[in-house]
């Protein structure tokens, strides 16, 4: 354990703020929420499964019943839904402190989502992008606010082809698509971030990861072999997306992660990235191409 290990003590009260966790219902997603819920946090469980997430909800309250949480329907594979939710909560809400994009499917068989994407970057990356860009109003208002897109080290398998993102013209390989949605990931964050710092903006976006920590997006055998052999729980595998986005000395790009062996485990810290991850003239491509792919402008 680190010396001074950053742990559920470090997180101040967060009454009176306002936080969505996309894909809260079960997984690090979950495990964020219901620290933040009980923390005093407005938590906004978006997910896509309304019953999973009003079972998460009941869970949640029954071990901390003051708190206040708010289960909203959002599908990432369906730029519809990303645009009825960000709407509703645009007009239900007047502040927005806190943004956790964390949502994901990992390795499914080859798919696409219902706008003809290839199902983990469509999933991973663009519906993350759209749902922020049509936040984006009501983050930059409130003071203090703060964006964290949850990525993997699987980013070190990514390398986008953008001749062919959505994988019409390939051999589909599972893993190299996942790690390819999670490099998408840090190219959002750094390029967001330089466009922050450029204007001046009271806002602050982070990326994290959360190591090898057990949850369901572990489906096949092998890897559930692996949860039960290697993995850290769940709650740890959130503790570095909750420093993302907690930390008050977080800077623009700051990525989170283990502090344990190959950052697979251990307690939360600033980690780095791989290199490729940090091109700029990447990030810039994918901003322009995500926002031609989603038919959605993201003016900072």
Known sequence: MPKQAWKIDNI?????????????????????????????AEVILAVRNLERGEAAKTTILNSASNSNVVVMQLDLASLDSVKSFAENFNKQYQRLDI??????????????????????????HLGHFALTAQLFDLIKN???SRIVNVSSTAHNMGSLDFEDLQWESR?????????????????????????????DMDVVVTAAHPGYAATDL??????????????????????????????????????YGPSGFAQQRGFPKLVSPNK?????????????????????????
């Open 12 to 40: 101040p009260d967060q009454k009176d703020r306002v936080i969505i966790v996309t894909g809260s219902n079960s997984g690090i997603g979950y495990e964020a929420a219901k620290v933040l819920a009980e923390k005093n």
């Open 99 to 124: 943004l956790i994009n964390n949502a994901g499917i990992m390795i499914p068989p080859y798919g696409k989502t219902v706008d003809g994407f290839e199902s983990q970057f469509g999933t991973n």
């Open 142 to 144: 409130t003071q203090g």
């Open 171 to 199: 051999k589909y390989v599972p893993w190299k698509a996942y790690g390819d949605s999670k490099i998408a990931n840090l190219y959002f964050t750094n390029e967001l971030g330089r466009k922050l710092n450029s204007a």
């Open 218 to 255: 572990q489906k096949t055998t092998f890897l559930k072999i692996l949860n039960v052999l290697v993995a850290q729980s769940g709650f740890m595998g959130a503790m570095p997306t909750l420093m993302a986005a907690i930390d008050p000395q977080a800077k623009n790009g700051g990525f």
């Open 276 to 300: 490729l991850s940090q091109d700029e003239e990447i990030a810039q491509k994918l901003w322009s191409t995500s926002e031609e792919l989603t038919n959605q402008p993201f003016n900072v």
